[in-house]
């Protein structure tokens, strides 16, 4: 499990993953659907890339994708309720 706090953290974690599998960046384009660019420009942490397609390379590399909420304790700021 990785902490990700920049898109270039994202890339060198999905690139890593990759290589573990022995995949090249096209195969893993052509398992995932995706272009090969698409995985270069992921890769090297390009800030603004298709959620949809990084969720695709995700899953191809067999991960998942996890989000962790503050509690109310760890908030930073309050949020405004809906009335």
Known sequence: MFHLTEPTELGRALQGA??????TQA?????????V??????EAGKPTV???HVLKVMNALGGELWFKAFDETEALWDVPHAP
């Open 27 to 35: 195969s893993l384009a052509l398992a995932a659907g995706v272009g």
């Open 50 to 52: 298709r959620l949809s």
């Open 37 to 42: 660019r698409f995985v270069v420009d992921l």
């Open 18 to 23: 990759r290589q573990n599998l022995g995949l």
